[in-house]
């Protein structure tokens, strides 16, 4: 039978390896995805693969998907299609994902099964069998309303089914994992939010200071959204030098127009 466990409040409760943080920091500042959480994973049980699957109105989406060993990503991709053609439908991961996101960032959800487990024969076939999986262990949570992220971790008879101990140390690892994910969610979408408003505020600049150079309204832009000279000079792959002497012509101009040369004047008049 399927084991469920509902983390509420989420709380590790063994050591965590200096190896599974680094990797979950990797993951939390959004230069690490279903890689990052595998490394994480590995440090504390060894697993063979790993998908990170994002659930909205009970259709599963494939994010990322990783492997053990060097080159069988590709076997990810291909359960899953086969799992999203035919079996997704009779998966209790779907109304668990339904439950878990009706209250976003309150807990977290856990979901062993073994291959036996699963109640369709064709399913059990094409991807258990197949692939020579043994289980699948699923963790659930909700970044935001209406949207459930899962990370399933797989393992074959290579590794050999999870035993109780291990299961204990996942569980304990359980609530981190899915921390740095919803950490770099919200980086990720803050970083799309603030590239929507700098569009927005470049093309209120090409109306109100139209003597501005497109280089000096993509900075003047920037400026507004609280940005750094090192994060444009990095946003914009150019040296902080160059940030440094765009501002300043920018801010002749913008002074000549009588407009506002300085960050808060500027953040005023594009919002």
Same mark, same amino acid.
């Given at each position: 039978? &399927?084991?469920?466990?509902?983390?509420?409040?989420?709380?590790?409760?063994?050591?965590? &390896?200096?190896?599974?943080?680094?990797?979950?920091?990797?993951?939390?500042?959004?230069?690490?995805?279903?890689?990052?959480?595998?490394?994480?994973?590995?440090?504390?049980?060894?697993?063979?693969?790993?998908?990170?699957?994002? +659930?909205?109105?009970?259709?599963?989406?494939? +994010?990322?998907?990783?492997?053990?060993?060097?080159?069988?990503?590709?076997?990810?991709? *291909?359960?899953?299609?086969?799992?999203?053609?035919?079996?997704?439908?009779?998966?209790?991961?779907?109304?668990?994902?339904?439950?878990?996101?009706?209250?976003?960032?309150?807990?977290?959800?856990?979901?062993?099964?073994?291959?036996?487990?699963?109640?369709?024969?064709?399913?059990?076939? !094409?991807?258990?069998?197949?692939?020579?999986?043994?289980?699948?262990?699923?963790?659930?949570?909700?970044?935001?309303?209406?949207?459930?992220?899962?990370?399933?971790?797989?393992?074959? !008879?290579?590794?050999?089914?999870?035993?109780?101990?291990?299961?204990?140390?996942?569980?304990?690892?359980?609530?981190?994992?899915?921390?740095?994910?919803?950490?770099?969610?919200?980086?990720?979408?803050?970083? *799309?939010?603030?590239?929507?408003?700098?569009?927005?505020?470049?093309?209120?600049?090409?109306?109100?200071?139209?003597?501005?150079?497109?280089?000096?309204?993509?900075?003047?832009?920037?400026?507004?959204?609280?940005?750094?000279?090192?994060?444009?000079?990095?946003?914009? !792959?150019?040296?902080?030098?160059?940030?440094?002497?765009?501002?300043?012509?920018?801010?002749?101009?913008?002074?000549?127009?009588?407009?506002?040369?300085?960050?808060?004047?500027?953040?005023?008049?594009?919002?």
């Amino acid at each position: 039978m &399927p084991q469920l466990w509902n983390l509420d409040p989420p709380a590790a409760r063994l050591p965590v &390896p200096a190896e599974s943080v680094a990797a979950l920091l990797e993951v939390a500042n959004g230069a690490a995805g279903a890689n990052g959480l595998l490394r994480a994973i590995q440090a504390v049980v060894p697993a063979e693969y790993l998908s990170l699957v994002q +659930i909205r109105r009970d259709l599963p989406e494939l +994010i990322e998907g990783s492997a053990r060993r060097p080159g069988e990503e590709s076997v990810v991709l *291909q359960c899953f299609g086969i799992y999203r053609r035919h079996y997704y439908r009779r998966d209790a991961l779907l109304p668990l994902a339904a439950q878990v996101s009706r209250a976003p960032g309150a807990g977290l959800a856990v979901l062993h099964c073994r291959a036996a487990d699963f109640p369709d024969a064709g399913w059990r076939s !094409d991807i258990y069998e197949r692939e020579r999986l043994t289980d699948r262990f699923t963790l659930v949570h909700a970044p935001v309303p209406g949207q459930a992220h899962a990370i399933h971790l797989y393992r074959d !008879d290579r590794l050999g089914p999870l035993q109780a101990e291990e299961i204990d140390r996942l569980l304990g690892l359980a609530p981190l994992l899915c921390q740095a994910l919803a950490l770099a969610w919200r980086a990720q979408s803050h970083c *799309q939010d603030r590239d929507s408003g700098v569009a927005v505020q470049v093309q209120r600049l090409a109306r109100l200071a139209p003597t501005l150079s497109p280089r000096e309204r993509d900075v003047c832009a920037r400026i507004a959204q609280g940005m750094t000279v090192d994060g444009i000079a990095a946003d914009l !792959d150019v040296a902080p030098s160059t940030v440094v002497t765009l501002r300043k012509r920018a801010y002749l101009k913008l002074a000549g127009a009588g407009l506002p040369a300085e960050r808060l004047g500027l953040a005023r008049l594009l919002h």
